[in-house]
């Protein structure tokens, strides 16, 4: 049996049907598969089949202390850890009914800015990689290496940083380490115009997504898709507007919308991100207040949390990313769920962009939607 | 403020409803299992287009589950939370997917993981667990050791760490 | 014959070593670390090492982290897959001892009961110079032809045979064929 093969379900003459199973050992899917019955090379039906990392993040958590949770749960995303960690200590800072310094909410800003832009560059390479574009997927993850080196002086790790806790940021800005901050933004501001040269403003990429896989706004909503996807609709909804946190109320910053909803709108609206990303760390910089970095929080290891529920949403780089956190009074929370972005993109949403699209296609429609799969297993 | 406005138009329009603001943008509706239909059709007349999520929450010492509708509406800038409760022997629930269509993964999420029936779901088929051979995993009475110890064979907290 | 040959030519290990080609196929937190490794910044195609879609021509699988059940089954058949001579590197804590999944229901606790492993690499999430660093002990293991993973597993066969179906079930495999079939019709 081999992982990727080609069945003949049924149809007769020009009008065969066969089944075609891609992934998990394929470069685009990364870790989840999809099975599509195609017509010649069109897709008629899709079915995504998920569950290759379930790793029962929602157990685990029932069973470790609050802050034993966040080491844990910020792994849901992998390429996006940050926001994870910050919507998971959000809830419990509600639940413990406390307000962080305002220090800490501005290092905050920083923080997921940087890692909004380093998961984007990390799709840029996907991307790129989807169109068969390789080079700017070679500068885009050197690129992100800037961003990565900055997080390592700042927290000590590469990729799960473990910053954002309950009540605050663990450690404070080290000397020095804005100003290489400020380095790396313009560096990188320099750096999206050979970005949009090479990559954004070729035609291959645009004769190749512009129009593929359209979705309405109304259709959007309904099925519960946020972030970029959403905004390419034309809507200007972002949670770090609609429902603030950390520093954003004090911050100004545009929205970037798309307009026909393809994956060419997907695409430039995760370009502009970066960019808009840029400016918010400028600003965070500039304004970067002083001041303890940590609220008093009961005991720095262990403590009970007061019984309730809370629900504490983030605007991470592919979407919504809630945290539902029920505790009932004890150590460990009773209950965690996980709202991932991927749970809708990855499953729902692309089951149904992918009907009516060639074979050819399928990476670049599920590439532009920037799906996470250990998101979706959780 | 908003939510408060919206909590009296709520009651106001169903008088059995318990509605409360908890904190800033965040209202908490608790109503029955038989009139939640309603309300949700409601909520999503008035705005509440966005499902966020539906969470299960398992409560054995009152034998029963509870779900909770996580509900946004862009206009009004409230998340909602719509809660009910069901027995937990036998459990049994209706569709939301004619109301929010994204309804569909989660109520396949929960009754993989709580085994909870949605009566009107199309699709109810194990999506993320493998050949599952035990109680739905995420129920507060699933020993977790106990199945790793018989699926593995490496784990025993009285013993040594690993058998083999 | 084929053994001794694959065994003993040194002419063959060399050249071997440096052209190990790996089956794109990341499971886990790690694979987020194997884009840098690949590309400008750490750039392990200096050693001869390229990515493949292609099993068949592929003679190192990386398993970069925590492995459930339902990609256990495919790591063995792609490992089953490739040809001989064949490695595996294993990334992380996870699959030495299931690291912070230690008490999850759904990752596998031990993965050298399953299939053999040639170089572990340690820590939780392993850094780019610890990948590389893997790599260049794997080369040299090659070299010397003390990689012999893929002959433990042809030996003790029926030990790997028997953990294997003891997790998955007897017929695991027809299973797996079935399984796919299921959802063509429904
Ligand atoms: S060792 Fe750490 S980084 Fe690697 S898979 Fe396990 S948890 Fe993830």
Redesign the interface.
Known sequence: MSIQEMRRIGGEGSRETFELIIGPVHMETENFSIIVTVEGDTVVEAKVNAGFLHRAFEKLAENRTYIQNVPLLLRVCVPDPDHAETAYSMAVEQLLDIEIPDRAKYIRTIVLEMARISAHLFWTFGMSAAVGLYTVGQWSVADRERFIELFEELTGARIYHIYNFPGGVRYDIPMGWTDKLMKVVNHMEKRLKEYDKVFFENDILITRSRGLAKISTEEAISLGVTGPNLRATGVPYDFRKLDPYAAYPYIDFEIPTGKYGDAYDRIMVRRREIEISLNIIKQAIKELPSGPIMAPIPHPLYYNVPPGDAYARVESSKGEFGFYVVSDGSDRPWRVHIRGPSFIHGVQLLEKLLKNVRIADIPVVLKSLDNCPPDIDR | MIEEELVRKIVEVFSYVEAKVK?V??VEVKVSREKLPEVAKYLRSIGF?????I????RPQHGIFEL?Y?L?S?EN?V?L?LKTTIPRNKPKYVTMINV???A??YER?IWE?FGIEFEGHP?L?H?????WDDIP??RKD?N??E??KR?????DPEKEY?L? | MGFQVLETSKLLNYARARSLWIVTFCTGCGGVELPPTATARFDFERFGIISTPSIRQADLLLITGYVTPKTLKRIIIVYEMMRNPKYIIAHGSCPINAGIYWDSYNTVKKLDLYIPVDVWIAGCMPRPEAILRALVKLMRMVKEGKALGWKRYLENFEFYRKNQDRLFGKDWRKREIEKLRFYIHD
């Open positions: 904190r943008r965040r287009k966005h499902l966020s999520a969470s299960c929450v398992d909770v996580h946004w862009y800038r998340h939370m929010w269509p994204n569909f993964v999420d993981f699709d088929r999506f993320i667990l493998d050949y995993p995420l699933f977790h050791l199945y790793i699926k593995y064979g490496v784990y690993y083999r």
